[in-house]
DNA sequence: ATCACATTTAACCAATCGGTACAAAGTGGT
DNA sequence: ACCACTTTGTACCGATTGGTTAAATGTGAT
């Protein structure tokens, strides 16, 4: 009834040499389930799918990562670590505060529109209501890095008098992170219903000018009606 | 071997009652599969679940929509419409072009919060690179009135000095779509790291007041370093 | 040499899920 | 009275899919 044995038992049946790479095996899976979660939800990737993809089994999958929520924590975890690694290539302390403010909402910018799996990951956790995150001790952490960048800026540019008091660094974090976010989330029906003008090259050029404007002009101390 | 026949073929098998009502059927399967579509997604949501939580059967969905992704389509282009109507109850031309553009973003603000289904929807569209957005011919029109609206009070803004020249009409109102739709799309990560300071009322009413501030500032024609 | 760990392979399973078949009958406009 | 359309009810099906079983064997550090 049951012939697996047979497959192996006879006189060859010779094994692959493989060198042992946990590290790489799992970053290997995380990779390719990145793409997948990213790209089809959680519900919506499949493992079979994402095994087929991958350098290895199935198996190896579950030997890691127990079962499929277990994959997409820690893909959502892994992303996280990466992408925010990426923000520390940041140096902004020669500038003058409008100079430093413009270059890190560039610099937003650019790297949100360099990781569009990160922001449809994130835009998924949001659909799953953030439950995963809650899960995660890890990321908190990661975070309050972005804040106190922005403050300093901030703090320095209220001291020169190019900014007003009383906004909050997180306010700022928050308006320079809806914008350059929205960009890349909301590229496609925004595009379908209003033209993809602000999405090719040029366009995407002066989106990126009109958010930094924007952005300074909202901190700025000149007075607006 | 098949003993359906024989469960309705005894003495009485007293059928309920009903009146025929297509259209509320029809619009109370959509209001059902938003919620859940909403909710889980395409792929998450549940044909069996939606049924359940209907007030008629499985059945009546595959009669009125074909299938999952005929249902989706539908609920996707009712939405739309259901909220582009709730924009039209909006009358900005007595107010000077500043009041009109801030009633303008606070509205919308306001608008997105009170339909989160809504926005959710759009999410789950946008990470199926809008291709069902793409198949229906019924929306692009509702969405000329968003911009025009716009472009009235851009113009009477530059004519009356208010406003400095060359924005483009829909790059504002991507900026007030960006900042209010952000809001609501990644209330549950953004909140998971920065604290949830921004979303309760008195957090809400300033952010609403920031983002009109903003968009104002943006437009407003005093130049700025 | 030993031994815990990593890897391979492929069949298999139980549950879920989208979608149908079938049959009967009520409704309402003409 | 007719007839197209609408509704009810339930069993059923085939494919998909997350997850498991099984056993054998390679690897590399000690």
């Known amino acids: 009834m049951d012939s697996r044995q ?4 006879g006189k060859g049946s010779q094994r692959t040499r493989w060198k042992q790479d946990p590290e790489g095996v799992r970053a290997n899976i995380l990779a390719v389930a990145l793409k ?7 519900s919506g990737a499949r493992i079979d799918e994402i095994a087929a993809k991958t350098r290895t089994s199935k198996r190896m999958i579950y030997y890691y990562f127990g079962d499929k929520e277990g994959l997409y924590q820690k893909v959502l975890e892994e992303t996280y670590r990466h992408v925010r690694d990426g923000e520390k290539e940041l140096n902004l302390e020669d500038l ?12 937003t910018f650019e790297h949100h529109r360099r990781n569009p799996d990160f922001i449809r990951l994130v835009m ?22 972005a804040i106190s960048r922005i403050e300093a800026i901030y703090k320095k540019g209220v001291e020169t008098g190019h900014f007003r008091k009383g906004i909050a660094p997180v306010a700022i974090h928050w308006e320079i992170s809806a914008l350059s976010f ?5 590229r496609m029906t925004f ?12 366009g995407q050029l002066e989106l990126r000018r009109q958010i930094a404007d924007s952005v300074i002009r909202f901190v700025s101390s000149e007075t607006v009606a």
């Open 36 to 42: 997948e979660f990213s790209e089809h939800g959680l």
């Open 6 to 9: 047979d497959t192996d038992s």
């Open 182 to 186: 929205f960009n890349v989330s909301n």
């Open 124 to 145: 998924i956790e949001n659909i799953h209501n953030g439950d995963y995150l809650k899960k995660s001790e890890l990321i908190r952490q990661l975070n309050q890095t």
């Open 96 to 107: 003058s505060p409008v100079d430093a403010l413009r270059q890190l909402v560039e610099f």
């Open 191 to 202: 595009s379908q219903i209003f033209g993809d003008d602000l999405f090719d090259d040029k």
